[in-house]
């Protein structure tokens, strides 16, 4: 799947033009329209003042988000770039969805959300619902202040988390056709510690070299498009061990396929995709499953 046109979703202290560079690169592949959104959500427009929703208080916002977003697109019309803008207000989900379905874009780009943990507790995450709602992948961007020169090359170097699931398959497709953004993979899969309970080292070993046979596999598909891909096989508690293969492995961003798991399990009970999206250091790129669920 080509990377033609994505969402840059901003509230612009969350996610500013620095970070939409860094994604330009890109270009390399297929980009090349970005389409800028801006959610204004009423109950940030009442509680601005105190005194309930107040119409010249959303004029005021719209008037900002106007001038920024002229200034940036200027700046990608010089590039060779199409630009599209979405400035509403509403609900961040429904009106981010409703853009991605209206412009048909491949990539969805958002900063991570700094939300209290009760207000994530009864709201959902932005991004997990993002997902379950839309086929397209989440572009979650984080600065990473300890490796400066990360900033501007988040796709350069991935580590892609597998779990054979249909969705971590397709995160696979969807960085092959990266030729000459994506430098390297490093393609993990990490074996829960329940699975090698066995009697026999023999019988342990054997588990892990099929695994590795696995990786390798998906390896060499990327191998013959020209992507270098390592595979790795970690142990223990999924979350951590996925943590601790992108630093071990220098990475740049994590990639993984997100279930298609009821949305009230994932609330309550959580998720690897929504622990690495919203409380990991790295970016993360969730692909969700082929088929998305019908919006209500």
């Known amino acids: 799947m080509d990377i033609k046109k994505l969402l840059f979703v901003t509230k612009f202290n969350d996610l500013c033009f620095d970070a939409l560079q860094s994604i330009l690169t890109l270009r390399k592949a297929s980009l090349n329209h970005v389409v800028f959104v801006n959610v204004i959500q009423r109950e940030k427009v009442a509680m601005h003042r105190g005194l309930g929703y107040q119409k010249i208080e959303e004029i005021r916002l719209r008037e900002t988000a106007n001038i920024r977003f002229i200034d940036w697109a200027e700046n990608l019309f010089e590039q060779g770039l199409e630009v599209g803008v979405y ?11 409703e853009a991605t379905r209206k412009e048909g874009a491949d990539l969805i780009v958002i900063g991570r959300s700094q939300k209290h943990f009760l207000d994530q507790l009864y709201s959902g995450s932005n991004i997990i619902e993002l997902i379950r709602r839309t086929a397209v992948p989440v572009f979650v961007y984080k600065p990473m202040p300890d490796k400066i020169d990360f900033l501007d090359k988040p796709f350069q170097r991935p580590l892609l988390a597998i779990d054979w699931s249909a969705a971590s398959l397709r995160a696979e497709e969807y960085l092959r056709p990266l030729t000459g953004v994506v430098q390297q993979v490093h393609v993990i899969h990490v074996v829960q510690e329940k699975d090698l309970k066995s009697d026999s080292a ?8 099929d695994t590795r046979k696995k990786l ?8 013959g498009v020209g992507i270098d891909a390592r595979a790795h096989v970690y142990i223990g508690e999924t979350v951590k061990e996925i943590e601790r293969a992108a630093r071990e492995c220098q990475a740049t ?22 622990a690495i999206a919203e ?18």
Do not use: H, Y
């Open 87 to 97: 400035i509403v207000v509403g609900n961040l989900v429904t009106q981010v969805f």
């Open 202 to 209: 023999m019988s342990i070993q054997k588990f892990r070299k």
């Open 216 to 223: 390798e596999r998906i390896c060499d598909q990327m191998a």
């Open 253 to 274: 961003m994590i990639v993984m396929g997100s279930s298609s798991k009821a949305n009230w399990v994932q609330r309550w009970l959580g998720s690897v995709p929504q």
């Open 279 to 296: 409380k990991s250091d790295f970016p993360a790129l969730i692909v969700p499953p082929v088929m998305a669920p019908e919006t209500k």
